[in-house]
């Protein structure tokens, strides 16, 4: 829905990626807008990322905002070298004359029983180059908004999709409604005795940590980062300064995952509120494995758990 109402609202937007049209996108996001818009606006492409996000970058010159779709996360990597050497560095090398107003949708993360390379997370990949924005919903609401967000920034925007989530979520929604603003976090589940960050597919994870945790007696603040790029901050300071405690999630792994970035800054931070270290909760350091297996390889409530549990330790 986010997708057909930037297309009404503005006719430079163009949408582009491999089976987007008439299939309608491996998870049907993109069902019907070729017949509605017309091939000329919904364009089926060559399965070549580097072609798809090439082909953007001389869209946005001309004019356009192009919206792309990596079709799985872990079919970026054939891109990489446009989105991080011509996408993220065009405004800045031009000194801010030209806008590079592009959104590369990529579906990302695990659950969904699927090969190799169709559920990896390599968000940090993203938010570690500057002029990239990176920002990942979590619910179809927030999905709603953000799209239509990002594609009207003119700044080039890394928009992840738990896909996951896709089906998974019914949500009403009020289109009347004032949308919060594109780069914030939100405390999704307020609470006082410990701080747990997530984003995308973790925040529901959290969310029933929460609710495990307050049959416990003990209560936790959810906040949904949204936003990984830039990070948005302050209302997680806020909220580590009253709890004293903080724990972060995500499926990516570990080792100089966001987690990491999140952790140090808290430190620096809010050091003197803290009652025990950031622990970090995230995939282990392998390849993704099997399917059969991507149970025991994902965060999930009792690992988090196990980590809030640790933070009381100290």
């Known amino acids: ?61 001309r004019g356009y905002r192009p919206v792309v779709e990596i079709q799985f996360d872990g079919f970026v990597y054939p891109a990489y070298d446009q989105i991080v050497c011509q996408v993220a560095k065009y405004t800045y090398r031009s000194q801010g004359k030209v806008k590079m107003p592009i959104v590369i949708r990529i579906p990302f993360g695990g659950g969904i029983g699927a090969v190799e390379h169709h559920s990896e997370s390599p968000e940090a990949q993203f938010a570690h180059t500057p002029g990239l924005k990176v920002v990942a919903c ?48 939100r405390v999704v589940r307020p609470g006082s005795d410990a701080t747990v960050l997530a984003y995308g597919p973790t925040v529901k994870t959290a969310l029933k940590c929460a609710e495990a945790a307050e049959a416990e007696g003990r209560s936790l603040e959810v906040i949904d980062l949204r936003t990984l790029s830039p990070l948005d901050m302050a209302p997680v300071y806020e909220s580590v300064r009253r709890t004293g405690r903080c724990v972060v ?18 430190t620096e931070q809010c050091f003197y509120s803290l009652e025990a270290p950031v622990l970090r909760v995230g995939a282990f350091d392998t390849p993704y494995p099997p399917s059969r297996i991507e149970e025991e390889y994902l965060p999930d409530l009792d690992r988090v758990l196990d980590a809030v549990d640790r933070t009381f330790a100290f």
């Open 1 to 61: 829905m986010g997708l057909r109402k930037a297309m009404e609202d503005d006719d430079k937007v163009l949408l582009m990626g491999e089976d987007v049209g008439k299939l309608g996108g491996v998870f049907r996001i993109t069902d019907g807008l070729q017949k509605d818009f017309g091939e000329d606006r919904v364009i089926d492409s060559p399965l070549a990322e580097s072609g798809i996000v090439g082909t953007a970058v001389g869209m946005a010159l």
């Open 138 to 185: 979590s619910n179809p609401v927030d999905g709603y908004w953000m799209i239509q967000q990002a594609i009207a920034h003119d700044d080039p925007v890394i928009f992840l999709e738990p896909k996951r989530q896709y089906h998974a979520d019914k949500a009403e929604l009020d289109e009347s409604a004032t949308p919060e603003p594109l780069f914030t976090s």
């Open 249 to 266: 999630t995500h499926e990516a792994h570990v080792n100089l995952g966001m987690g990491a970035e999140l952790a140090a800054r808290v």
